[in-house]
């Protein structure tokens, strides 16, 4: 199995500069799940749980519980709040009554920031089996930094009431120094790719102990980070899977779009929009060019709060660590003209090692398996016009628009908890979610074809109550 290499020394030297961040999608408090109750008397209900054996893994624990979903495991300590914090809306329903197995465990590697149940251990995974199976396994990637419960509430709870064993993830580094995973730049992120393969791989096997034959299907499902994740299993690995569900999945191009060309212009010119007086039309107009949406307006001070920032420092560190020198991860909030400041970083002229180690990561548009992706037209993290309408024209180019489709939901945003703080202004995309789930299954299970690819209009008049649980693909 693969083992997550280490970087030169040199970069572990580096004064620590990067703080902890608030919860968004790419990092989480760093509190972690507790540790995982002893294993004592197992109900009936958990048949062949001894059997449930992970290929690989170099340390694993199973538990018979009564609930699979969140509304058990969080008193049970086999979720942790903070890796899924912020991402769903607070008035998002939690399936109950699917009680099972599961399994908490992590793979040979080197690193050590995922500190769940006191094992300071990284891919760390969680493989859930519930009593009342329907044939299939989803496979998921966590979502920016975050570990391996982060999809547990947005569709880790979805998937097991649904009937689906679940597997999840945290891509072999966490938190906001994961760049110092890896031997030279773009290791990091790109273990992140093996390590999904490497758990549907044991997963697979899991499920076929468990139940006696193997999953009829298997889907990769994912949402940032992780809807990156699927585009590249279903690139790379499609003989792993039946097809996908990519939740603003983030691009990652050699030349261009990446999160390295659209966040230094954010931060660049939002500081001067905010102050108003006469520079504010300029850096206006500058950061509509950057990507960001007319209409948006309202979701950009949030935003360079708490996400441009880190995130631009972060992932060029990963990237790029050469551009601020001996400085871990820049210096936060640095205006521009400060020395080595991210607000300056120009991709385009950054030396040619930084685009070999984005070439680690690099997606292609050439999938194999039906995949169904779905983008909020509000995302100021990774705009849409940067990322998922590139990555649908990446698909066409490929000649693989038959297996695609595409929705561009109109005022969604990156993270669903926006959709409290705006009522009415952000659309929730849990139910797309559940709608582009629906629509693979018909896909593959009765080869109906999905709704052709288009923008999902804000329903009128809808309100919050609606727009939770509503979200045709025909819209």
């Given at each position: 199995m693969?083992?997550?290499?280490q970087?030169?020394?040199?970069r572990?030297?580096?004064?620590?500069?990067?703080?902890a961040?608030?919860?968004t999608?790419?990092t989480?408090?760093?509190?972690?799940?507790?540790?995982?109750?002893?294993?004592?008397t197992r109900?009936?209900?958990?048949?062949?749980?001894?059997?449930?054996?992970?290929?690989?893994?170099?340390?694993?624990?199973?538990s018979?519980l009564d609930?699979?979903?969140?509304?058990?495991?969080v008193?049970?300590g086999?979720t942790?709040?903070a890796?899924?914090?912020?991402?769903?809306?607070?008035?998002?329903?939690?399936?109950?009554?699917?009680?099972?197995i599961q399994?908490?465990?992590y793979?040979p590697d080197?690193?050590t920031t995922?500190t769940n149940h006191?094992?300071?251990?990284?891919?760390?995974?969680?493989?859930r089996l519930?009593?009342?199976?329907?044939?299939g396994l989803?496979v998921?990637?966590?979502?920016g930094?975050?570990?391996?419960?982060a999809?547990d509430?947005?569709?880790?709870?979805?998937a097991?009431?649904?009937?689906?064993?679940?597997?999840?993830?945290?891509k072999g580094?966490?938190?906001?120094?994961?760049?110092?995973?890896?031997?030279t730049?773009?290791?990091?992120?790109?273990e992140?790719?093996?390590?999904v393969?490497?758990?549907?791989?044991?997963?697979r096997?899991?499920?076929?102990?468990?139940?006696?034959?193997?999953p009829?299907r298997?889907?990769?499902?994912?949402?940032?980070?992780?809807?990156?994740?699927?585009r590249?299993?279903?690139e790379n690995?499609p003989e792993?899977y039946d097809?996908g569900?990519?939740?603003?999945?983030?691009?990652?191009r050699?030349?261009?779009p990446?999160?390295?060309?659209?966040?230094?212009?954010?931060?660049?010119?939002y500081?001067?929009?905010?102050a108003?007086?006469?520079g504010?039309e300029?850096?206006?107009?500058a950061m509509?060019?950057?990507?960001?949406?007319?209409?948006?307006?309202f979701?950009?001070?949030?935003h360079?709060q708490?996400y441009?920032?880190?995130?631009?420092?972060?992932?060029r560190?990963e990237l790029?660590?050469?551009?601020?020198?001996?400085?871990?991860?820049g210096t936060?909030?640095?205006?521009?003209?400060?020395?080595?400041?991210?607000a300056d970083?120009?991709?385009?002229?950054?030396?040619g090692?930084?685009r070999?180690?984005?070439?680690k990561?690099?997606?292609?548009?050439r999938?194999?398996k039906?995949?169904i992706?779905?983008h909020?037209?509000?995302?100021?993290l990774?705009?849409i016009?940067r990322?998922s309408?590139?990555y649908?024209?990446?698909?066409?180019?490929?000649?693989?628009?038959?297996?695609?489709?595409?929705?561009?939901?109109?005022?969604?945003t990156?993270?669903?908890?926006?959709?409290?703080a705006?009522p009415?202004?952000?659309?929730?995309?849990?139910?797309c979610?559940r709608?582009?789930a629906?629509?693979l299954?018909?896909?593959?299970?009765?080869?109906?074809?999905?709704?052709?690819?288009?923008?999902l209009?804000l329903?009128?008049?809808?309100g919050?109550e609606k727009?939770?649980?509503?979200?045709?693909?025909?819209?």
């Amino acid at each position: 199995m693969p083992r997550a290499p280490q970087r030169h020394h040199r970069r572990w030297l580096r004064p620590a500069a990067v703080a902890a961040a608030a919860l968004t999608a790419w990092t989480a408090a760093p509190s972690a799940a507790a540790p995982l109750p002893p294993d004592g008397t197992r109900p009936a209900h958990c048949t062949r749980i001894d059997a449930a054996k992970v290929p690989g893994a170099a340390r694993q624990q199973a538990s018979c519980l009564d609930e699979l979903t969140t509304a058990g495991t969080v008193t049970s300590g086999h979720t942790d709040p903070a890796d899924w914090a912020g991402l769903t809306p607070e008035g998002l329903a939690t399936p109950r009554g699917v009680p099972g197995i599961q399994i908490d465990g992590y793979f040979p590697d080197t690193s050590t920031t995922n500190t769940n149940h006191g094992w300071n251990h990284d891919s760390q995974f969680v493989i859930r089996l519930p009593d009342r199976w329907n044939g299939g396994l989803v496979v998921s990637g966590a979502p920016g930094v975050r570990e391996q419960y982060a999809n547990d509430r947005a569709f880790g709870d979805w998937a097991v009431s649904q009937g689906y064993a679940f597997a999840a993830t945290d891509k072999g580094a966490t938190g906001a120094a994961f760049h110092r995973d890896g031997r030279t730049p773009g290791d990091a992120l790109a273990e992140g790719n093996l390590r999904v393969t490497q758990l549907t791989r044991a997963a697979r096997q899991v499920v076929a102990r468990r139940y006696q034959r193997p999953p009829s299907r298997t889907l990769a499902m994912g949402m940032s980070n992780g809807g990156y994740l699927v585009r590249w299993q279903l690139e790379n690995h499609p003989e792993l899977y039946d097809g996908g569900v990519d939740w603003e999945g983030t691009l990652w191009r050699t030349e261009g779009p990446n999160l390295l060309t659209f966040l230094p212009p954010a931060l660049r010119h939002y500081p001067s929009y905010a102050a108003g007086g006469a520079g504010a039309e300029q850096a206006h107009r500058a950061m509509k060019a950057a990507g960001y949406p007319a209409g948006s307006e309202f979701l950009w001070p949030f935003h360079h709060q708490y996400y441009w920032d880190l995130t631009q420092r972060i992932y060029r560190e990963e990237l790029d660590p050469e551009f601020d020198g001996a400085t871990e991860a820049g210096t936060p909030f640095c205006a521009p003209g400060t020395p080595a400041c991210d607000a300056d970083y120009v991709y385009a002229h950054r030396p040619g090692e930084v685009r070999r180690a984005v070439a680690k990561i690099a997606l292609t548009g050439r999938i194999g398996k039906p995949l169904i992706s779905f983008h909020g037209t509000y995302d100021v993290l990774l705009p849409i016009s940067r990322s998922s309408d590139v990555y649908a024209r990446l698909v066409r180019r490929e000649g693989r628009s038959h297996l695609h489709r595409y929705y561009r939901v109109e005022a969604g945003t990156h993270v669903d908890s926006l959709a409290d703080a705006f009522p009415g202004r952000v659309r929730p995309l849990v139910p797309c979610h559940r709608s582009a789930a629906t629509a693979l299954e018909r896909w593959l299970d009765d080869g109906v074809r999905p709704p052709s690819s288009r923008t999902l209009k804000l329903p009128e008049g809808a309100g919050p109550e609606k727009l939770l649980t509503h979200c045709p693909l025909n819209g």
